[in-house]
């Protein structure tokens, strides 16, 4: 629906880092959440998308367009989204729905009084990196060389990084760190990984997240043991996945979004954070790259695909 075609509606902007086909099962539990409120697209409120198409230096002006179009309040999808939005408006109530710790990258000053006119729902993803690190290790414990695979252009990569590396030096690893922010870097980053380490974690980002079953389909094709954060990761041929549910944020921060156009205000919203941790293995993909899961790893995961 065209955003403008109702003035009377309410109007979310949408601020994805990614694209719309990428983020269709999210902004669905955005949306599930937001008629929990009250609220539904084509009768009392409308919608306006403003993708970056995995190009994070667009979302500056992306947020400043939909400030000018003055919507009555914006869904960041994401981190880099985000921050984008908080720079361009101190006034129209921002939600997010993110992976890392809203207060460390500056989004709110607390997690139980946000202040301000940003609040919303994180599941803390990033800060879960070393221990990807660590169930890689268990999976491969011969192994003395694992990579990391992140995004440069996104502002959390340095957090991701160095907790990264900071857990190799702990288990004694060498860790190789690979960059892409392209299919193209992807592809190559899998072709030239695959001869010279063990096995990969790859960090958090949109851009990762969005082609997280085309990832675990390399991982196999590549025969690079990697985890990722999300299910969608191992059912595609991932060897693990340790994470929270990106879908709980979303929805959580759809019932935030209603809440605000009914009155609320962002500053009294504190903050929803899961620390639910989901740890998924695929033996079909471990048998098939000849890996033997120790019974303690197996016996620890949430969820077997055989």
Do not use: C
């Not at 759809?254 to 205000?265: D, E, F, S, T």
Request: no cysteine; hydrophobic share 40%.
């Amino acid at each position: 629906m065209n955003a403008r075609a109702q003035q009377a509606f309410p109007v979310i902007g949408v601020l994805g880092s990614s694209t719309a086909g990428d983020y269709g099962p999210m902004i669905a539990a955005f949306r599930k959440g937001l008629g929990e409120t009250g609220y539904f697209e084509g009768r009392n409120v409308g919608f306006e998308y403003a993708w970056a198409d995995d190009h994070y230096d667009r979302l500056p002006a992306l947020a400043t367009k939909l400030t000018e179009r003055r919507v009555s309040l914006i869904l960041a999808a994401a981190t880099p989204s985000a921050l984008a939005a908080k720079s361009a408006t101190s006034t129209i109530p921002i939600v997010f729905a993110i992976g890392g710790d809203p207060v460390r990258t500056g989004l709110v000053t607390s997690l139980n009084s946000p202040g301000g006119n940003v609040t919303g729902a994180a599941h803390i993803n990033v800060d879960t990196a070393p221990k990807r690190l660590e169930l890689l290790h268990e999976l491969l414990p011969s192994s003395t060389s694992l990579g990391l695979l992140t995004n440069p252009t996104n502002p959390l990569t340095p957090s991701v990084e160095s907790g990264v590396t900071a857990a190799a030096e702990v288990l004694g690893l060498k860790l190789t760190i690979f960059h892409a922010s392209t299919d193209r870097e992807i592809e190559a980053t899998f072709k030239n990984a695959a001869g010279s380490i063990a096995g990969m974690v790859i960090g958090t980002d949109p851009l990762f997240t969005s082609r997280a079953t085309a990832l675990g389909a390399k991982s196999l094709e590549y025969k690079l043991p990697a985890i990722y954060q999300y299910r969608d990761f191992v059912a595609a041929g991932g060897t693990m996945s340790y994470g929270g549910d990106i879908k709980d944020s979303y929805y959580r921060a759809g019932v935030y979004a209603g809440r605000i156009l009914n009155g609320q205000k962002p500053a009294n919203l504190a903050v929803q954070l899961s620390t639910r941790l989901e740890l998924l293995i695929n033996l079909k993909t471990t048998k098939a790259l000849g890996l033997e899961p120790t019974p303690v790893l197996v016996a620890g995961a949430d969820e077997v695909i055989e």
